[in-house]
């Protein structure tokens, strides 16, 4: 799950108690990181960052052509949303976000679902009793959402060797990994190969497109909506098959939420 504070940096997905929203931002991050993980494994196609946490792209002016192979002075690969510069640098990987549509997981998008806790009392004889109280209400959907992982290289081998180590990555390694994280793939396919005159090279370009499965989640705190819960406890021989309480030995308590949660912030 992504945290409110995680990877939105505005103050709207706390304001309004929201914990997941697997749509752009999340997936993006997910891809790229996850792919510049298994490709810093790799030999050839080497990944290595910067000290940044951006692909290390250094001058490559007087650099060893061997470079990146066996040591980390330079990445052997570029993988990111879009190129840094305006030179961009080959080969590389870009994740685009191609678009999303939204469906509810249920009629009423689970708002009327409710997430219980458990809360200990003990009263003044030292007697202990687990009570369950709803905590959370929820208000869950999901996401149709598309990505298209576009790959440029120099040379068709290049392109086509990239293309497939990525397919067999995301149907396999990652694919898990993501969906724990909360993102699953639902179907994936590899487009044509093309190619197209930059500055007189050519570009031998193939993109990879998924459609994913994302959710969004709110969990509105019982504590905003409900101010006070009392509670009543009955006294008697409960042992008995049918057994009458006790009317002298009724407890009956009474509990401000509010009160009780500024009693307990520091000062």
């Keep these: 799950m992504v945290g409110s504070g995680g990877f939105?940096?505005?103050d709207l997905y706390s304001a309004y108690n929201v914990i997941q929203n697997t749509q752009i931002l999340f997936p993006k991050a997910l891809l790229i990181a996850?792919?510049?993980?298994?490709f810093a494994k790799d030999t050839k196609y080497h990944y290595v960052s910067d000290e940044w946490g951006f692909p290390k792209t250094p001058d490559h002016t007087d650099l060893d052509p061997a470079a990146g192979f066996y040591d980390d002075a330079t990445t052997r690969i570029?993988?990111?949303q879009e190129d840094r510069?305006?030179?961009?640098?080959y080969p590389a990987v870009l994740v685009r976000y191609s678009g999303a549509r939204y469906f509810p997981i249920s009629i009423n998008q689970e708002q009327d679902c409710v997430q219980y806790g458990y809360r200990l009392f003990i009263d003044g004889y030292g007697n202990k009793h687990s009570l369950?109280?709803?905590?959370?209400?929820?208000?869950a959907g999901a996401w149709d959402i598309n990505i298209d992982i576009e790959v440029m290289a120099e040379g068709p081998q290049d392109?086509?060797?990239?293309v497939e180590a990525i397919s067999m990555l995301l149907q396999s390694n990652i694919r898990n990994e993501l969906t724990y994280d909360g993102l699953f793939i639902k179907s994936l396919s590899v487009g044509a190969e093309t190619k197209e005159l930059y500055q007189n090279d050519n570009i031998y370009k193939q993109t990879i497109s998924?459609?994913?499965?994302g959710e969004y989640r709110r969990?509105?705190?019982?504590?905003?909506?409900?101010?006070?819960i009392t509670a009543c406890i009955e006294v008697g021989h409960y042992t008995d098959e049918v057994w009458v309480p006790d009317p002298n030995l009724t407890i009956q308590f009474q509990l401000d939420l509010t009160n009780t949660v500024l009693a307990t912030q520091s000062l």
């Design 159 to 162: 392109r086509s060797t990239i």
């Design 85 to 89: 510069f305006d030179i961009p640098y």
């Design 132 to 139: 369950r109280i709803p905590v959370y209400f929820i208000f």
């Design 34 to 38: 996850a792919l510049r993980e298994y």
């Design 8 to 10: 939105f940096t505005s």
């Design 219 to 228: 969990l509105l705190p019982v504590s905003n909506v409900i101010e006070v």
């Design 78 to 80: 570029y993988i990111g």
């Design 210 to 213: 998924l459609e994913c499965m």
